[in-house]
C-alpha cells in the first residue's frame, strides 16, 4: 500500500490505469455464475457473450455467467494473428538456420483448438507464412482463400508442414482444416525448382518411392480416428506398455495416421503418414498463456511427444523439438523444448508459492501435482528432452522433504506412491540418472509409502495405484499389438 500511496492518481497515465482496473472490477462483480447457472436448469434465457483469455486483452469476456460463443471460424486467421504467424515461423527458421547451418524441410506441428480459440490462427497464420501463402481477406474481416508469396518476395524456400490436428480443432473447425490442405495442394503444383520448394520437393519423392497419386502424395494433415480424441501415446506410457523408442513411434502412427483435408476426412493413411515424418526436422507446438502450459494434460506429450518419437523413429535422424511463445505478442519467441520444461518446471511445479497453493486443496491438490510429475516423465519417456536435475528435485521437494511427505500421507497417499514409482520406473528405464543422494533415499521412502497405504486400506483386498492414469488392460495392450501389426506392419 506504501507503493500505491506514492502514485500521482492524478497523472493522466495512472488515472487512466486506474479506471481501467475499477471498470474492471465492475465487470467481475457484475458476473453471474450462480444465477446463470440455475436460470439454465430452469431454460430460461442466457444472455449470450465472447469467450477468450483476459490475460490478452479480452476483458470483452466480463462479466462471466453469459452464455458463451467462441468465434466466427471464418475470420480466422486475423491480420494480427497471421502478423504474428509470420513472426513464428522467421524465428523458427532463423533458429534452424543458426543451427544446423541450412533451412529445415518439414516441421511437424500440433494444432490445437486454443490456437484458434484464444490467439485467433496465430499457428494457422505461421503453418500459411511457412509454406509461402497469405490469407485473402474480405472488408468484414472474413477469410475468403489464400494467395501464394511469390519466392522473389518470401526469399527462402517454402518450408513443408505435417500437422497432426487436436480431435476438437477436426470436430469444430474443419473450415480451417480445408483451406490450409488447399493451400498445401496448391503449392506442391507450383513450377518451382525442388530446392526452394520443400512441399513439391516431398510430394514427388513420395509420387516416385511409393507409386501414389499427387493427391496422396500431398496429404498432410492428421488425426485420430473419427470420434476418437486421444493420441495412443499417452496411454502406452501410463501403462507401462513399452520398451523402446520404437514401441511409441508406432503406437503414435497406428492411432494417428487418418488423414483430413478437402475431399478426404479421416481416411486411414498410415503408410503416407509414416513417409512424410521420414522427411521431418522439427517438431513443433506453442504456448498461448501461463493458465495452461505443456504439463496441463497428457495430450501434450502424448502428441508432440509421440510425433517426435516417430519422427526420430522412422527418419533414423536427430529431430528438434522448438516450442513457440505467444503469451505476449508484442515479444514473440522460439525456443528448444527442453528449455520450454525447464521453465514451467521452475514457474509452477518446484515453485514454493504454487507448491502451497495446491496443498490448500488437500486430496485434488496432491493428485493434481501427481498427474503434472507423471507428465514429466512422459515428455521424458517421449522425447528424452526432461534434465536428470528436475527428476532429482522433484524427488527431493516431495518425497524426501519432510513437511511436504507428511502432507502426502495425511490427504493423499496415493498420489505419493504414483510420484515414487514414475521416479523409479524412469531410473530403471534408463531415463533419468539421479544424484547419489536421492538414489539412496528412493527406494527406502517408496517402501515407506506402500506402508502407509496398506494402513489406509485396512481389510480392502486387491491391488490399487494412483489415480493420474487410463487404466488400461493387458488384453487391450495385446489387442493394439495385433491392429498395429495389421495397419502398420
Given at each position: 500500500m506504501k507503493i500505491l500511496d506514492r502514485i500521482n492518481w492524478q497523472d493522466p497515465k495512472w488515472k487512466a490505469i486506474k479506471e481501467k482496473i475499477l471498470e474492471l472490477n465492475r465487470k467481475i462483480e457484475q458476473s453471474k455464475e450462480i444465477e446463470s447457472l440455475l436460470s439454465?436448469?430452469?431454460?430460461?434465457?442466457i444472455p449470450p457473450g465472447p469467450s477468450g483469455l483476459i490475460t490478452r486483452g479480452r476483458d470483452d469476456v466480463l462479466p462471466t455467467g453469459r452464455n458463451f460463443y467462441s468465434l466466427d471460424p471464418n475470420r480466422v486467421p486475423t491480420r494480427t494473428a497471421f502478423e504474428i504467424g509470420k513472426m513464428l515461423a522467421e524465428k523458427l527458421i532463423e533458429k534452424h538456420l543458426s543451427e544446423e547451418g541450412r533451412y529445415p524441410e518439414n516441421v511437424a506441428i500440433y494444432w490445437q483448438c486454443t490456437d484458434i480459440m484464444w490467439a485467433d490462427g496465430e499457428g494457422m497464420g505461421q503453418i500459411m507464412y511457412l509454406i509461402g501463402v497469405k490469407p485473402i481477406w474480405l472488408s468484414n474481416g472474413r477469410v475468403k482463400g489464400f494467395e501464394i508469396i511469390p519466392i522473389s518476395e518470401l526469399g527462402r524456400p517454402r518450408i513443408d508442414v505435417t500437422i497432426r490436428v487436436s480431435g476438437i480443432t477436426r470436430d469444430n473447425f474443419p473450415m480451417c482444416i480445408e483451406l490450409?490442405?488447399?493451400a498445401i495442394q496448391q503449392v506442391a503444383t507450383l513450377d518451382e525448382p525442388e530446392e526452394m520448394n520443400f512441399v513439391r520437393k516431398h510430394a514427388l519423392e513420395q509420387m516416385a518411392q511409393n507409386g501414389v497419386d499427387i493427391r496422396s502424395a500431398t496429404l498432410r494433415i492428421f488425426c485420430s480416428m473419427p470420434g476418437t480424441y486421444q493420441a495412443g501415446t499417452q496411454l502406452a506410457v501410463y501403462a507401462s506398455a513399452w520398451k523402446e523408442e520404437k514401441d511409441l513411434a508406432e503406437v503414435f502412427l497406428y492411432w494417428n495416421g487418418y488423414a483430413y483435408g478437402k475431399g478426404?476426412?479421416?481416411e486411414s493413411k498410415h503408410k503416407e503418414f509414416a513417409s512424410i515424418l521420414?522427411?521431418?526436422d522439427i517438431t513443433y507446438n506453442k504456448v498461448v498463456s501461463d493458465e495452461y502450459d505443456l504439463f496441463g494434460c497428457c495430450c501434450y506429450f502424448?502428441?508432440?511427444?509421440?510425433?517426435?518419437a516417430a519422427a526420430r523413429h522412422l527418419s533414423g535422424k536427430e529431430v528438434k523439438t522448438y516450442y513457440g511463445d505467444t503469451r505476449n505478442p508484442d515479444h514473440v519467441e522460439v525456443r528448444d523444448l527442453a528449455d520450454e520444461i525447464r521453465r514451467v518446471v521452475r514457474t509452477k511445479l518446484?515453485?514454493?508459492k504454487w507448491i502451497e497453493g495446491m496443498k490448500r486443496h488437500g486430496y485434488k491438490g496432491a493428485g493434481d501435482i501427481s498427474k503434472r510429475i507423471g507428465r514429466v516423465y512422459g515428455w521424458e519417456a517421449t522425447t528424452k528432452e526432461v534434465d536428470d536435475w528436475i527428476f532429482d528435485d522433484i524427488a527431493r521437494t516431495f518425497m524426501m522433504n519432510e513437511e511436504n511427505r507428511k502432507f502426502f500421507e495425511e490427504h493423499n497417499p496415493w498420489a505419493m506412491e504414483e510420484i515414487a514409482r514414475r521416479l523409479i520406473e524412469a531410473l530403471e528405464r534408463g531415463l533419468w540418472n539421479p544424484a547419489e543422494d536421492v538414489k539412496e533415499a528412493l527406494k527406502a521412502i517408496y517402501l515407506e509409502i506402500e506402508g502407509w497405504i496398506e494402513e489406509k486400506m485396512g481389510d480392502t483386498k486387491g491391488s490399487f495405484q494412483g489415480g493420474s492414469i487410463d487404466i488400461v488392460t493387458a488384453e487391450e495392450v495385446q489387442f493394439w499389438k495385433e491392429k498395429m501389426k495389421e495397419v502398420i506392419g
Amino acid at each position: 500500500m506504501k507503493i500505491l500511496d506514492r502514485i500521482n492518481w492524478q497523472d493522466p497515465k495512472w488515472k487512466a490505469i486506474k479506471e481501467k482496473i475499477l471498470e474492471l472490477n465492475r465487470k467481475i462483480e457484475q458476473s453471474k455464475e450462480i444465477e446463470s447457472l440455475l436460470s439454465g436448469f430452469n431454460s430460461s434465457y442466457i444472455p449470450p457473450g465472447p469467450s477468450g483469455l483476459i490475460t490478452r486483452g479480452r476483458d470483452d469476456v466480463l462479466p462471466t455467467g453469459r452464455n458463451f460463443y467462441s468465434l466466427d471460424p471464418n475470420r480466422v486467421p486475423t491480420r494480427t494473428a497471421f502478423e504474428i504467424g509470420k513472426m513464428l515461423a522467421e524465428k523458427l527458421i532463423e533458429k534452424h538456420l543458426s543451427e544446423e547451418g541450412r533451412y529445415p524441410e518439414n516441421v511437424a506441428i500440433y494444432w490445437q483448438c486454443t490456437d484458434i480459440m484464444w490467439a485467433d490462427g496465430e499457428g494457422m497464420g505461421q503453418i500459411m507464412y511457412l509454406i509461402g501463402v497469405k490469407p485473402i481477406w474480405l472488408s468484414n474481416g472474413r477469410v475468403k482463400g489464400f494467395e501464394i508469396i511469390p519466392i522473389s518476395e518470401l526469399g527462402r524456400p517454402r518450408i513443408d508442414v505435417t500437422i497432426r490436428v487436436s480431435g476438437i480443432t477436426r470436430d469444430n473447425f474443419p473450415m480451417c482444416i480445408e483451406l490450409i490442405d488447399e493451400a498445401i495442394q496448391q503449392v506442391a503444383t507450383l513450377d518451382e525448382p525442388e530446392e526452394m520448394n520443400f512441399v513439391r520437393k516431398h510430394a514427388l519423392e513420395q509420387m516416385a518411392q511409393n507409386g501414389v497419386d499427387i493427391r496422396s502424395a500431398t496429404l498432410r494433415i492428421f488425426c485420430s480416428m473419427p470420434g476418437t480424441y486421444q493420441a495412443g501415446t499417452q496411454l502406452a506410457v501410463y501403462a507401462s506398455a513399452w520398451k523402446e523408442e520404437k514401441d511409441l513411434a508406432e503406437v503414435f502412427l497406428y492411432w494417428n495416421g487418418y488423414a483430413y483435408g478437402k475431399g478426404i476426412w479421416g481416411e486411414s493413411k498410415h503408410k503416407e503418414f509414416a513417409s512424410i515424418l521420414k522427411s521431418v526436422d522439427i517438431t513443433y507446438n506453442k504456448v498461448v498463456s501461463d493458465e495452461y502450459d505443456l504439463f496441463g494434460c497428457c495430450c501434450y506429450f502424448g502428441t508432440h511427444g509421440g510425433m517426435t518419437a516417430a519422427a526420430r523413429h522412422l527418419s533414423g535422424k536427430e529431430v528438434k523439438t522448438y516450442y513457440g511463445d505467444t503469451r505476449n505478442p508484442d515479444h514473440v519467441e522460439v525456443r528448444d523444448l527442453a528449455d520450454e520444461i525447464r521453465r514451467v518446471v521452475r514457474t509452477k511445479l518446484l515453485n514454493p508459492k504454487w507448491i502451497e497453493g495446491m496443498k490448500r486443496h488437500g486430496y485434488k491438490g496432491a493428485g493434481d501435482i501427481s498427474k503434472r510429475i507423471g507428465r514429466v516423465y512422459g515428455w521424458e519417456a517421449t522425447t528424452k528432452e526432461v534434465d536428470d536435475w528436475i527428476f532429482d528435485d522433484i524427488a527431493r521437494t516431495f518425497m524426501m522433504n519432510e513437511e511436504n511427505r507428511k502432507f502426502f500421507e495425511e490427504h493423499n497417499p496415493w498420489a505419493m506412491e504414483e510420484i515414487a514409482r514414475r521416479l523409479i520406473e524412469a531410473l530403471e528405464r534408463g531415463l533419468w540418472n539421479p544424484a547419489e543422494d536421492v538414489k539412496e533415499a528412493l527406494k527406502a521412502i517408496y517402501l515407506e509409502i506402500e506402508g502407509w497405504i496398506e494402513e489406509k486400506m485396512g481389510d480392502t483386498k486387491g491391488s490399487f495405484q494412483g489415480g493420474s492414469i487410463d487404466i488400461v488392460t493387458a488384453e487391450e495392450v495385446q489387442f493394439w499389438k495385433e491392429k498395429m501389426k495389421e495397419v502398420i506392419g
